[in-house]
Every structure is written in structure tokens, then in C-alpha cells.
Nanobody, 117 residues
């Protein structure tokens, strides 16, 4: 069973920055995707950012230009640099990784990000 360990969440003021990291318990070189989702109270979980094994990146519309995702296969890590944070970014952020063959999909336990106004 693959384990994901997230870190870096916390409380920050509007306009501040945070960096989330997710360490995967196995080699990430064969994972087709690595990414971050978030879920705010009363809302559906939504994509924040994802990066494929080939390096193709996707961002949710609300974070484009402010957040940057990166993956380091040597460290088995996916990171999310979050800048210009706004109160609407407050949510639990989840790391998600997986592959197509064999089909696998793993989630972290979540890390809380709170942006105060």
C-alpha cells in the first residue's frame, strides 16, 4: 500500500505564501500523475494542480498564475508553491497520485490551509 505524507499547511495572512509537500512511499517515476486537490467546507473537492510523468501541468482556473506545482522523482515528492493566498484558498489540501497501468489511485490524509483576511 502506497503511503502519502503531506506537510506544509498552516495559517497565513492574505497575500502570504505556503509550500505544500507530499512524499510518496515508493518510486514516483512510474506514476502517471501527481497532484493536489482541495476541499473547502460545504464544497466539492476540486483540482488545484496536477503534473503528469511527461511533465504536462494543469491548474484549476482560480489558482493559475499564483500556484506552481513541481515533482521530484529522485525525492519521490510532489510540491505545491502557493503565492498571493486569498481567504477563498482556505481548504483541506489533498495529495493525489496514481497510474493507469496497473490502475492505481492514492490519496493523502489532507493538510489544512487557512488564509486569514
Amino acid at each position: 500500500q502506497v503511503q502519502l505524507v503531506e506537510s506544509g499547511g498552516g495559517l497565513v495572512q492574505t497575500g502570504g505564501s505556503l509550500r505544500l509537500s507530499c512524499v510518496v512511499s515508493e518510486s514516483t517515476s512510474r506514476l502517471n500523475w501527481m497532484g493536489w486537490y482541495r476541499q473547502a467546507p460545504g464544497k466539492q473537492r476540486e483540482l488545484v494542480a496536477s503534473i503528469t510523468r511527461a511533465g504536462r501541468i494543469s491548474y484549476g482556473d482560480s489558482v493559475k498564475g499564483r500556484f506552481t506545482i513541481s515533482r521530484d522523482n529522485a525525492m519521490n515528492t510532489v510540491s505545491l508553491e502557493m503565492n498571493s493566498l486569498q481567504p477563498e484558498d482556505t481548504a483541506v489540501y489533498y495529495c493525489n497520485v496514481g497510474s493507469n497501468f496497473p490502475p492505481r489511485d492514492y490519496w493523502g490524509q489532507g493538510t489544512q490551509v487557512t488564509v486569514s483576511s
